[in-house]
T-cell receptor, first 109, second 114 residues
Framework: GQQLNQSPQSMFIQEGEDVSMNCTSSSIFNTWLWYKQDPGEGPVLLIALYKAGELTSNGRLTAQFGITRKDSFLNISASIPSDVGIYFCAGQLLRDMRFGAGTRLTVKP | KAGVTQTPRYLIKTRGQQVTLSCSPISGHRSVSWYQQTPGQGLQFLFEYFSETQRNKGNFPGRFSGRQFSNSRSEMNVSTLELGDSALYLC?????????????FGPGTRLTVT
């Protein structure tokens, strides 16, 4: 079930701005994943993190696995209109996988 | 490599009916998980199958069931449909021996119960 606290719930930004969102949990996880979902489609995996403290980039996206293993953040630099969508975090420990409620991102050209 | 495919993409059923959804994982993936997504509850885990065996199950009533075939394709069945079952049903496959590997989602089946 949904036991990750993801914030903010929504963001309205201007094209070119940087974006930051994060997820926190009361439980520790071995893996953090970040997904993006477009309307009517399934989530697409953006970044996977496997070690506490790990910082990983995928183009303009950067994500970090928190040192306490209870949090993660995602940054998007120089946002563009196609970044619009809902971003989800997911934490995994063994066979337990939890999702955040999502951050809805709107980018104004 | 083809991604995860789900059929049908859209479905309209009436209360009391049953429905079967299908998922074909990425070639070589042996773990398939099912999720229900609704605006109010977000993504909720239904169950996970690996090598034709259900390995993990979420907190859903027994009306929700699934199975996996020897070619890793999976089906999900919902019996005695209720209005609250209207949702996007997502299937995700994983290459690893455990769910704790990267999961790749299909496009989902949008189920509407009237």
């Amino acid at each position: 079930g949904q036991q990750l606290n993801q914030s903010p719930q929504s963001m309205f930004i201007q094209e070119g701005e940087d974006v930051s969102m994060n997820c926190t949990s009361s439980s520790i996880f071995n893996t953090w994943l970040w997904y993006k979902q477009d309307p009517g489609e399934g989530p697409v995996l953006l970044i996977a993190l496997y070690k506490a403290g790990e910082l990983t980039s995928n183009g303009r996206l950067t994500a970090q696995f928190g040192i306490t293993r209870k949090d993660s953040f995602l940054n998007i630099s120089a946002s563009i209109p196609s970044d619009v969508g809902i971003y989800f975090c997911a934490g995994q420990l063994l066979r337990d996988m939890r999702f955040g409620a999502g951050t809805r991102l709107t980018v104004k050209p | 490599k083809a991604g995860v495919t789900q059929t049908p993409r859209y479905l309209i059923k009436t209360r009391g009916q049953q429905v079967t959804l299908s998922c074909s994982p990425i070639s070589g993936h042996r773990s398939v998980s099912w999720y229900q997504q609704t605006p109010g509850q977000g993504l909720q885990f239904l169950f996970e199958y690996f090598s034709e065996t259900q390995r993990n199950k979420g907190n859903f009533p027994g009306r929700f069931s699934g199975r996996q075939f020897s070619n890793s394709r999976s089906e999900m069945n919902v019996s005695t449909l209720e209005l609250g079952d209207s949702a996007l049903y997502l299937c995700a496959s994983s290459s690893g021996w455990d769910i704790s590997y990267e999961q790749y989602f299909g496009p989902g089946t949008r189920l509407t119960v009237t």
